[in-house]
């Protein structure tokens, strides 16, 4: 019986997962894309089917390219430090030196944090008396406004959004720096090479599917950003911290407009959907070349 059902084994095991993606991802994005053809503007049970119309007014609207410019520079700012920063401390973390758990805990420790707690916090921080411009106050400067300045506000919620991912990055590419084997790092101290040189020649290659893995994931992460500035701004002032996935959020939960945020959801989607295949032509090709 058991050699009966051998050969559809693999297949049993995959069926959970296959059954969550079906159930959670398929199906919502499916309905997802019907209703970015439909308009609910005139009540929310009965839908008017009105084929591009949605995606028509989307690429009109001044306020999308806005949030689509808010949202590049939210990835234009976060994935580089991401990906370079947690890199720098695992490398620091990976040598010989004392108390280093308690080092690792303290930099992982805002990963276990609520973001909307973390949010919370910073939105004290950033008040306009709070701790931040009491510091800038002591040198002299004017009071800023972190979160009511358009010049600031979008650039004081990224560093949320980075202080809170570093420490979960750091453990992936500590984990990654186990698999290099140490005789290479013997044989460069051997050739006299210095610290920079070991790891740019050493480490990275050897760890660069697991930067480029980093890369995708905070670049998807940042591109869907929503509850630092749901707490932190609303995606004020003046729309300079709104993000295309808060922009989706309120056009269908406080505008009830679902026809036009769903239609903002497939282009968000098919923007995720580029920067997945840009990592795969960039770092991951030879993978898929038969």
């Not at 049970?45 to 949030?67: D, S």
């Not at 620091?92 to 303290?106: A, D, E, P």
């Not at 939960?253 to 959801?265: C, K, T, V």
Request: hydrophobic content about 55%; glycine content about 4%; charged content about 10%.
């Amino acid at each position: 019986m058991f050699k009966y059902y051998g050969k559809y084994a693999p297949y049993l095991f995959l069926l959970p997962a296959i059954l969550l993606l079906v159930v959670f991802f398929f199906i919502p994005f499916f309905q997802t894309v019907i209703l970015s053809f439909q308009d609910y503007g005139n009540s929310i049970y009965n839908a008017t089917f009105v084929g591009l119309q949605n995606y028509i007014a989307l690429f009109k609207n001044p306020i999308f390219y806005k949030v689509l410019a808010n949202t590049f520079i939210y990835l234009v700012v976060a994935v580089p430090i991401l990906a370079i920063l947690p890199l720098f401390l695992a490398i620091l973390l990976n040598q010989q030196i004392r108390g280093i758990t308690v080092y690792k805990i303290l930099i992982y420790l805002p990963v276990i944090v609520s973001i909307v707690v973390a949010a919370i916090a910073f939105k004290w921080l950033y008040a306009e008396q709070g701790i931040l411009n009491y510091f800038v106050n002591l040198l002299g400067l004017e009071s800023v406004g972190w979160l009511t300045d358009p010049n600031w506000a979008l650039y004081s919620v990224i560093w949320v959004t980075i202080w809170k991912g570093i420490g979960y990055y750091m453990m992936i590419y500590l984990a990654a720096l186990m698999s290099v084997p140490k005789e290479l790092y013997e044989a460069c101290d051997i050739d006299g090479a210095s610290f920079l040189r070991k790891h740019l020649t050493v480490t990275i290659p050897h760890i660069l599917p697991t930067i480029a893995l980093v890369v995708t994931i905070s670049s998807i992460s940042a591109m869907k950003v929503f509850a630092e500035i749901y707490v932190m701004t609303k995606g004020g002032p003046l729309n300079s911290s709104k993000t295309i996935v808060y922009y989706i959020y309120e056009r269908a939960f406080e505008n009830l407009d679902l026809g036009y945020a769903s239609a903002m959801a497939v282009v968000l989607l098919l923007i995720v959907m580029v920067f997945s295949l840009i990592n795969i032509l960039c770092f991951e090709r030879k993978k898929y070349q038969l």
